[in-house]
Nanobody, 128 residues
Framework: QVQLVESGGGLVQAGGSLRLSCAAS????????MGWFRQAAGKEREFVAA????????FDADSVKGRFTISRENAKNTVYLQMNSLKPEDTAVYYC?????????????????????WGQGTQVTVSS
C-alpha cells in the first residue's frame, strides 16, 4: 500500500515556473514506476510524464516536451515535476500515480488505467 501526497501547485502567470512534489509513504518507493497526469475541467485525465523505478530515463507527453521535467529521489520517497514556460492550457489538477513493477516490467506507463495508486491532486492555474 502506498499513499501519495502532491504539493506545489498554485497560481502563476504564463511563462512562469512551478515545481510539483509527490511524497510517497512506505519503504518500497523504489519499486514503483511513477507518473504525472493532469485533468482540466470538463476533460479526460491525460498523461504528462513518467519515470522508471530506477529514475534512469523518462518519457514526456508531446504537449510538455522541452518544458516539463520529471525526476525522482528514491532516498526521499519523492517524485517531482518541474514545469517551466507554463501556458494557460497547462491549467489543470495535477495527479501523481504509482505502479508497482519488477525489473522485468520496469518501463514507462502512459495510460492512467495501468497505475495502482493515486494522489489527491494539486491545482495548477496559469493566467494569461
Amino acid at each position: 500500500q502506498v499513499q501519495l501526497v502532491e504539493s506545489g501547485g498554485g497560481l502563476v502567470q504564463a511563462g512562469g515556473s512551478l515545481r510539483l512534489s509527490c511524497a510517497a509513504s512506505g519503504r518500497t518507493f523504489s519499486t514503483y514506476a511513477m507518473g504525472w497526469f493532469r485533468q482540466a475541467a470538463g476533460k479526460e485525465r491525460e498523461f504528462v510524464a513518467a519515470i522508471r523505478r530506477s529514475g534512469g530515463s523518462t518519457f514526456d507527453a508531446d504537449s510538455v516536451k522541452g518544458r516539463f521535467t520529471i525526476s525522482r529521489e528514491n532516498a526521499k520517497n519523492t517524485v517531482y515535476l518541474q514545469m517551466n514556460s507554463l501556458k494557460p492550457e497547462d491549467t489543470a489538477v495535477y495527479y501523481c500515480a504509482a505502479k508497482g513493477v519488477t525489473y522485468l516490467n520496469d518501463r514507462y506507463y502512459p495510460s492512467p488505467g495501468e497505475y495502482d495508486y493515486w494522489g489527491q491532486g494539486t491545482q495548477v492555474t496559469v493566467s494569461s
